[in-house]
């Protein structure tokens, strides 16, 4: 019975995936990272891809050096556009009154388009790496996806809690990332000058160092940390659940 009555919810929930949450995507999440990074790598390319030569090993470190500059941009500006105001935008524009007048699951809803923007995101990331491979040489395209797919699950995961639990959230996640990066990097000074106390709580705080750990060693070639991952990938998977049960638990309109 149960399961009967949750086929018409689900039936509309990958109904919404096709005609809202895919157009939502390409146009208001995906695309100014994918223009930004397409113009920047097509105005390095016409600049340099005549003079340098790519094979040469002058050539192989400048592509990389511009590989990790575009990727970055496109990895962090796509994880930052991809979750912000997830849920607000229907929640403060009053959309969820039309999304949710027929019996759909709120939290099923939003689950599933965070895993649509993640997985877009990753396979962006990866055909923007093999473009810019065939423009240059050899580069870390595989790893490149792994990394987005760490970074989504992260500060996407943190984004969906935040996004969940208050209108604040895009402003909170830049404040939170932007804090716990401070925070690691000064811890991890040599004789650093923060205090006891506050080295302890940093722990609490997002392992965004370990993901520029995972990063390094994934484009360097070095394998995968995977005492790193777990860490991250945790983190971020705890932090979705929160977001979830917030969703069940809490009254939506506010």
């Known amino acids: 019975m149960t399961v009967t009555a949750n086929r018409p919810g689900r039936a509309r929930a ?10 939502d995507f390409l146009m208001l999440r995906a695309g100014l990272p994918a223009l930004t990074v397409t113009l920047l790598g097509f ?6 891809g005549v003079d340098v030569g790519w094979s040469s090993t002058q050539g192989v470190r400048i592509s990389r050096d511009v590989f990790r500059m575009l990727s970055g941009v496109f990895i962090v500006l796509g994880g930052f556009m991809g979750i912000a105001r997830l849920v607000t935008d229907d929640r403060s524009n009053g959309y969820f009154r039309f999304l949710f007048s027929k019996p759909v ?3 099923r809803f939003y689950i599933q388009q965070w895993f649509l923007i993640g997985i877009g995101m990753v396979v962006l990331t990866g055909l923007f790496s093999a473009w810019l491979q065939a423009g240059t040489g050899p580069l870390p395209v595989r790893e490149s996806m792994i990394f987005m797919g760490l970074f989504w699950i992260l500060v ?3 984004g969906f809690a935040l996004s969940a639990a208050t209108n604040l959230d895009a402003v909170l996640l830049v404040v939170l990332y932007v804090t716990s990066t401070v925070l690691h990097s000064l811890k991890e000074m040599p ?32 394998g995968v940390p995977w005492m790193h991952v777990a ?17 069940r638990r809490a009254s939506f309109a506010r």
């Open 43 to 48: 105005m390095i390319w016409k600049t340099a």
């Open 156 to 158: 996407g995961g943190i």
């Open 105 to 107: 699951s709120i939290e």
């Open 231 to 247: 860490h991250v990938a945790g983190y971020g998977i705890l932090a979705l659940v929160c977001g979830t049960v917030i969703l």
């Open 191 to 222: 004789n650093s000058p923060m205090w006891p106390w506050l080295g302890q709580v940093t722990r609490l705080f997002p392992p965004l160092h370990k993901l520029d750990y995972i990063r390094d060693q994934l484009y360097a070639g070095a």
């Open 14 to 23: 990958l109904a919404y995936l096709f005609r809202y949450q895919f157009a």
